[in-house]
């Protein structure tokens, strides 16, 4: 039984369709990485599954809940049980480290503040930045961010993680650590991650599940083995990194040389 | 031909689509605003509006003050050099008196707030926005409209009638200060003309009219937040429209207040 379903997901932006009738099914307790180039449709997939923005047709079940039909009251429901690391991070800058981490507690539970305390230092120190939690968002380095971003997604134990982008605008060693916190939660926590993402090592080394998106659809679905194994052309092109549109670098230098020989000839 | 009167109904549809977003996000605040009031309503959301209070209130008050003043000597001084060709110094105290309290102290008060405030929260929300922050609230199960919106609203309800009662105090000061150096008139016999010549009636008029300035300057400032899409320079462009319109509204508004209360008092 799928925790996340996706069914024939049609999203439009101005008449132009950038997701065509998409199905994926994501499996409890397994890492799935989305991967796609620029402009595949991943971020608009990702917002769907969240329910920020209303498909054209086709429904999203989350944990048995259709979120594409549901009430607000609803949507919330389901929504405390995703915990979501954003792109950029979207810590709110008016809060410091611990505050961010804590707003949803205290809001959402009845929790007493000592306990709050605790489970705050807790979730910091699972991402190691357990001594940075009174500086604000605008005081942390980039990789520091997305890793608060993670320990806010955690602060509610969520089934479901979502990380948008985790390694993106990050040194090899950050994203590298970023990559082992992941399998970590996994293998501790047996949560359900869903990983957006471009970054062919990232996806190879956390992948239970690889979903490929190609321009509104899914070009391939499987395990790494499966992936690397599949014969599409542009799936093959992807993993391959082989450049879509090829500068011709002949024509190019022959159109230079004849631009040089104009400009000489003049006196 | 056609074209021209194809941009004028596409402008007036836009302005119409304007008029409507203000108008749903005002009733959704309204409903959100419960849970900003204290003792009934969510605790960290009345803080949140206390916090908005000495924002908007408490740090703007000596502006305002001066603003008035400024202005009280102004209307005096200007008034006088006409009365008192008439011998008729002793109507400065009307002027003054009804001038601030019906129509210079609201307005004055709401030209200040815009420019401090209504700028404020459209950089804020618009910044929440780009940042992904406001995704994150939705996301994290928080309304914005009552996470952002309401303490605002609740606390510009609050806040711009009582700046506006000490533009009004300010304004009325000036005037005394100015009879007294031009005719020597005591500043208790001052007031007591002035109580004199102020109605309750004036008194209501004037808070009416704070009130609505208070809501204009709130939903057009968080609106022009909310409305912002791309990046930061998207920003800056809307912290000017929120100034620009919520201080036209402002002076529409009062236009037609002013004529409201011209037509009921002659009765």
Not at chain 1, 137 to 156: C, H, I, N, T, Y
Not at chain 2, 5 to 20: I, K, N, P
Request: contains cysteine.
């Amino acid at each position: 039984m799928s925790i996340i379903s996706v069914r024939d997901l049609v999203v439009e932006y101005d008449g132009r369709r950038v997701l065509d009738g998409l199905n994926l099914d994501i499996e409890p307790g397994q890492i799935t990485v989305l991967l796609g180039g620029s402009g595949s449709g991943k971020s608009t997939l990702l917002r769907q599954i969240l329910g920020l923005e209303h498909p054209k047709s086709g429904s999203i079940s989350i944990k048995g809940t259709d979120i594409t039909h549901c009430s607000e009251a609803d949507l919330n429901k389901v929504r405390r049980s995703i915990g979501v690391a954003f792109q950029s991070a979207a810590l709110f800058n008016s809060l410091s480290l611990e505050d961010n981490v804590a707003l949803t507690l205290r809001e959402h539970t009845a929790l007493a503040p000592s306990i709050i305390d605790l489970i705050v230092w807790l979730k910091l120190a699972v991402v190691g930045l357990a001594d940075f939690g009174k500086l604000h968002p605008q005081e942390l380095s980039g990789g520091m961010k997305k890793r608060a971003a993670v320990a806010r997604a955690l602060a509610m134990d969520p089934e479901i993680l979502v990380l948008d982008e985790p390694s993106a605008g990050l040194d090899p060693i950050v994203a590298a650590e970023l990559d082992e916190l992941i399998l970590f939660l996994k293998e501790t926590f047996q949560i359900t991650a869903l990983v957006v993402t471009h970054e062919l090592d990232s996806a190879f080394r956390i992948a239970d599940r690889i979903a490929m998106l190609f321009d509104g659809k899914l070009l391939a679905v499987g395990t790494k083995d499966e992936l690397r194994a599949n014969q599409h052309p542009r799936v093959r092109q992807f993993l391959n990194r082989v450049p879509a549109n090829p500068v011709h670098t002949p024509a190019l230098a022959s159109y230079l040389g004849r631009y040089v020989q104009s400009q000489e000839a003049q006196p | 031909m056609a074209n021209v009167f194809e941009r004028a109904g596409r402008e007036t549809l836009s302005q119409l689509d304007y008029v409507g977003s203000l108008n749903i996000q005002l009733w959704a605040t309204l409903r959100a605003m419960r849970k900003a009031l204290p003792l009934i309503g969510n605790r960290h959301r009345w803080h949140a509006a206390v916090h908005q209070m000495l924002d908007i209130g408490v740090e703007a008050l000596p502006m305002v003050a001066l603003l008035a003043m400024c202005s009280g000597f102004i209307l005096a001084m200007q008034g006088a050099s006409e009365l008192r060709r008439f011998g008729a110094l002793h109507y400065v105290i009307d002027l003054v008196a009804l001038g601030f309290t019906r129509e210079l102290a609201p307005l004055l008060t709401a030209v200040a707030v815009s420019g401090r405030s209504g700028s404020a929260f459209a950089a804020e929300i618009g910044t929440m926005k780009v940042t992904e922050e406001i995704d994150a609230l939705k996301v994290m199960a928080f309304e914005p409209v009552e996470f952002v919106l309401a303490p605002k609203y609740l606390a510009a309800l609050v806040v711009v009638p009582c700046l506006s009662i000490v533009a009004g105090l300010s304004g009325i000061l000036a005037g005394g200060l100015f009879m007294f150096f031009s005719t020597h008139l005591g500043l208790p016999l001052y007031f007591r003309y002035v109580l004199t010549s102020i109605e309750l009636r004036d008194v209501v008029a004037g808070m009416i009219k704070s009130l609505a300035f208070a809501t204009i300057i709130t939903h057009v400032g968080c609106l022009e937040g909310l409305r912002v899409r791309g990046g930061p320079d998207a920003v800056g462009r809307s912290t000017t429209t929120a100034v620009v319109r919520s201080t036209f509204l402002v002076i529409i508004a009062d236009a037609i207040f002013t004529t409201i209360f011209y037509f009921v008092g002659k009765t």
